[in-house]
């Protein structure tokens, strides 16, 4: 079943294009993490998705409902965590969270709510007092009143300590395993990488590549990286290891050679370096990173 | 019904916060004293009817100035904030939003009405004055809905821009031109069109009609006409006539047009 459906979705502002046709299906269940650098597009997705802007071109429907016409319906079944948000004046942590239960509906404590992400000490204190991590975790807290069909967690780990960040990671797991899906926008790729199925990577509005992260892998050559120390790294044994096929990009990272490649050219990359009159005091494999494919995506773009 | 829920909590809000708090209690208290001062300075008879003539000149500054505190926040301060991201991350259309916020500022605003009402009748009535119920209850009714009136041009305001500052420069532009502006300008175009020697006419009729469009003089008439028996006097647009269906308008007219607009904007 799709829980998120964009169809050549673009956005306009003024003359900037903040979104580019894209096209784009979550399935339920999954846990989709999107990712880009900043000024990619990926907040300009979620405010589509949640009715905060209109597409200037394409549509896009959760569960069926579309955004646009029935975001009531939409938001009926989603828990948001939106970037940028902040609480509201005057009134406590616990308040804050009664307010969501009261508006989805339902019956529940705000007290065991709060207690799941570690406000329950807090819950008194107005929520304007709060810093940026509790904040984080107070919109993740009203998010998860209701047990929502979706969960759209926009950079939801800002502000959190990496106790935090792990915190938050075992809540998504256990909100996965009760059945919900989960778009993640993130730029801490680790984050992503950690809990994500499917990544989708957009770039200057355009979604650039959508798969698993053993997909991604498989689709930068197999997604081996060879890490070569030479006695000394100079330009013209970068150029030497780029110029094999099956090599994607070769960088030079504190003293080391990073070559991204394919298996086969592993050997041809050490053979080349020999001939080039290179000497290479030590060498390693590893698996690809996210952040090693989302550099070899975006063509040196960082998150 | 989610605009209750949004409405409760502007409810709480309002009382919770030390200005508006300070504004029903000095409404109560005007009310009060003109209900104190009326038998003693008023002519007789001294009635709960009359008394709504008698107010409506104390009412005529206050009511604006506190219908406009309690709208121009509603929604402006939390898009300036970001907490309308939060508000509209819930399963509320922004209609239902709006409305809601409305109902909440607007109810606590009829409350203090109610209550300084209430006491008012009691100061008239007690000891030698006259209950008249059912124009007691409509005076009550006129004020609450005049009240409300200026809490949806505030919140209309607040509506229209995005910033708190903004807002506020928007509501008491509408204020002043609305209380101060509009009368002094139908004023004087009533001078001129007597000094230029019409007396009759439709030049005449329109300045005098253009003179009861504004939510103030819509309930002053609405109100003395609750006072007086003798309802055939006046022309038709000095009476409820006109005065009720504009007073309606301010009341529905500038709230609405905020919503659509709200409705379809980007809130990015």
Known sequence: ?303 | MTWRVIARRDWRLLLDARLPKIALVGLVAVVSIAAYVYPVIGTEPITTSRFGAFVTGWLGGILPAIGVLFGYGAIAREHESGALRLALSMPHGRSTLVLGRFVGRAGVLAAAIVVGMMIAGALVVYPLGTLHPLRFLALVLLTVAHGATWVGIGVAASALVTTNRQALVLAVVALFVLVIVWDAVTAGAEAGVVAAGITDGPIRTVVQIGAQLDPGSAFDTLVTALAVSDRSAGAWYDGPTLALPVLIGWLFGPLSLAILRFKWRDLA
């Open chain 1, 1 to 303: 079943m799709t829980v998120i459906s964009a169809t050549n979705l673009s956005k306009r502002y003024d003359d900037v294009l903040a979104l580019d046709r894209v096209d784009l299906n979550v399935e339920a269940g999954e846990t989709f993490g999107f990712l880009g650098p900043n000024g990619a597009g990926k907040s300009t997705f979620i405010d589509i998705l949640l009715g905060f802007v209109a597409p200037s071109d394409g549509t896009m429907s959760v569960f069926g409902h579309d955004c646009q016409d029935d975001g009531v319906a939409v938001r009926e079944r989603v828990g948001v965590l939106p970037e940028g948000y902040a609480p509201f004046d005057g009134l406590s942590g616990r308040q804050h969270v009664e307010y969501a239960i009261r508006s989805k509906d339902v019956d529940e404590n705000p007290v065991d709510v709060l207690s799941r992400v570690g406000l329950r000490d807090d819950a008194a204190r107005p929520a304007t007092d709060y810093s940026k991590g509790m904040r984080q975790r107070l919109a993740l807290a009203m998010a998860l009143v209701g047990e929502p069909d979706l969960l759209v967690l926009d950079e939801p780990t800002t502000g959190l300590d990496p106790n935090g960040a792990a915190e938050m990671r075992t809540i998504l797991r256990e909100e996965t395993d009760r059945g919900a899906t989960i778009f993640f926008s993130s730029h801490v790729l680790e984050q992503v990488e950690a809990v994500c199925d499917r990544v989708g990577i957009l770039q200057n509005g355009r979604l650039i590549a959508t798969d698993t992260i053993s997909g991604l892998r498989d689709a930068i050559g197999g997604g081996t990286k060879l890490v070569i120390t030479p006695a000394a790294v100079d330009d013209d044994a970068l150029d030497a290891v780029r110029r094999i096929d099956g090599v994607e990009t070769a960088v030079e990272r504190d003293g080391a050679i990073e070559a991204t490649c394919t298996n086969d050219a592993k050997m041809d990359a050490l053979v080349e370096l020999h001939d080039a009159g290179v000497e290479v005091v030590n060498f390693r494999t590893e698996e690809a990173s996210l952040e090693d494919m989302f550099v070899e995506f975006t063509g040196g773009a960082r998150a």
